[in-house]
């Protein structure tokens, strides 16, 4: 009897174990609205393959981009579901989370991707990971994608060359403003329907980075692009909280200095993207790149100015003070 017993009790640990050892992986459904040969793109699927390769059996990573999970109205009701797990949204997405994220929308606000590399590494800047957990939302990482052009269907060297045109604007109240002191019409709409909003004159400009005109041919229904690194599209890295806090402690921690890992080769890689991005563009011959004087730039820095002073109260003037000083090397 009691050796029936023993020897139950071993087949039920055995089995016990090859239960553990054969459990299914963890699987992180990443979906982005971008193509792969985007900075965002290239980061997912490199974050992808570490994590497969490092938490072997442990973690599945599926990464759906190109909207083609969820697109950009529908993305973050998604995560709060629980039907995505991780989103790489453009910073302009949380103003209804955390008002202070809206700094990065302020238009002139950092002069380089380096000075805000230098705010988002700043305590005030990891700060703004955490600021939305109470919407069960948390921030991994900051990804560059890079400065923001503008484009049109008529040239735009000076603010009063945009009054009266219809700019397409993510959903946010920084960017409609932006728009509207230079006299212009804002318009929301979602990232994939941009093209189409362009080729048929449902707006007559956009901005964004040039990797992402290029990618999504954007410059074939735009005669006329303008280099004004006027502000910036980067991205946070988020997980529900609740998911990324139920992981194991481990299969986290290693999660957690993979993103590390990627989001330094993903900025890394950004200005590359662009820099090709914009070469490809010019050498298709389908729009014209306008070269701001710096005259021209500073007309439209003032004319967008007030801008900042709009929504101070809103994000905080010691936080915008902080960007500001990012700026001094």
């Known amino acids: ?78 995560l709060l579901l629980g039907d995505v797990h991780m989103l790489a949204p453009s910073l302009a997405k949380f103003e209804h989370y955390a008002k202070a994220i809206q700094i990065f929308d302020l238009p002139f606000l950092f002069d380089d991707l380096a000075a805000a590399d230098r705010f988002q590494s700043s305590p005030e800047g990891r700060s703004l990971l955490t600021a939305m957990e109470d919407k069960n939302i948390t921030g991994l990482a900051y990804w560059h994608n890079g400065t923001k052009q503008l ?23 920084v960017l409609e403003e932006q728009f509207k002191v230079v006299r212009a019409n804002p318009r929301k709409m979602s990232f994939a329907e941009v093209y189409q909003g362009l080729q048929t004159g449902v707006v007559n400009g956009t901005e964004n980075t040039w990797s992402n005109y290029e990618s999504q041919k954007v410059h074939e229904v735009q005669p006329y692009m303008t280099a004004s690194d006027h502000g910036l599209i980067d991205y946070m890295v988020i997980t ?67 801008v900042w002073k709009k929504f101070e109260g809103e994000i905080g003037a010691d936080l915008i003070e902080a960007a500001q000083a990012a700026n001094q090397r």
């Open 1 to 78: 009897m009691l050796k029936t017993t023993v020897k139950a009790l071993a087949c039920a640990l055995s089995l016990s174990i090859a239960g553990l050892v054969h459990a299914d992986p963890v699987t992180i459904k990443f979906a982005h609205v971008v193509a792969d040969n985007t900075p965002k793109g290239q980061g997912a699927l490199l974050f992808k393959k570490l994590a497969e390769e490092r938490l072997p059996g442990k973690v599945k990573v599926e990464v759906y981009p190109n909207s083609s999970l969820f697109g950009d109205g529908k993305e973050m009701e998604a």
């Open 151 to 173: 484009s049109a269907n008529k040239p735009l060297r000076e603010p009063k060359d945009a009054r009266g045109l219809k700019f397409r604007v993510q959903a946010s109240a």
């Open 240 to 306: 529900n909280t609740t998911f990324w806090k139920g992981l194991p402690d481990d299969v986290r921690s290693e999660l957690e200095a993979i993103m590390d890992e990627v989001t330094v080769e993903v900025n890394r890689q950004a200005d590359e993207l662009n820099q090709k991005a914009r070469q490809a563009i010019a050498a298709s011959g389908k729009t014209e790149i306008i070269e701001l004087t710096p005259e021209q730039r500073a007309q439209w820095r003032e004319a967008m100015q007030p």
